[in-house]
Nanobody, 123 residues
Framework: QVQLVESGGGLVQPGGSLRLSCVDSRTIFSSNAMGWYRQAPGKQRELVAAISTGGGTNYLSSVKGRFTISRDNAKNTVYLHMNGLKPEDTAVYYC?????????????????WGQGTQVTVSS
């Protein structure tokens, strides 16, 4: 019954790279905006990056220039390429499907989240 599944997390050293993937099993993937969020222990979930159906993007200021969100509609998949990882990037990363863009900002669909994938950046 799970329809949104993240993968690609792991343990990396500072400065390392990871690519996260999120696969939406639904056939309407191409018609949905997608977002990546993260949540560290004791902290609120925050938007990391989002991509619209037309390819427009929005990024958390602290990840601009380091992270890139992209989508492959043929594979029903959204990616988050993460470079130059820092310890403060450590969190569980969640995929969100079906949010909305309004004036360049992404607003989550709070009813549809993936299970999360752990990213740990440590030396």
């Amino acid at each position: 019954q799970v329809q949104l599944v993240e993968s690609g997390g792991g343990l990396v050293q500072p400065g390392g790279s990871l690519r996260l993937s999120c696969v939406d099993s639904r056939t309407i993937f191409s018609s949905n905006a997608m977002g990546w969020y993260r949540q560290a222990p004791g902290k609120q979930r925050e938007l990391v990056a989002a991509i619209s159906t037309g390819g427009g993007t929005n990024y958390l200021s602290s990840v601009k220039g380091r992270f890139t969100i992209s989508r492959d509609n043929a594979k029903n998949t959204v990616y988050l390429h993460m470079n130059g990882l820092k310890p403060e990037d450590t969190a569980v990363y969640y995929c969100n499907a079906g949010g909305r863009f309004y004036r360049g900002a992404y607003y989550a669909n709070n009813d549809y989240w993936g299970q999360g994938t752990q990213v740990t950046v440590s030396s």
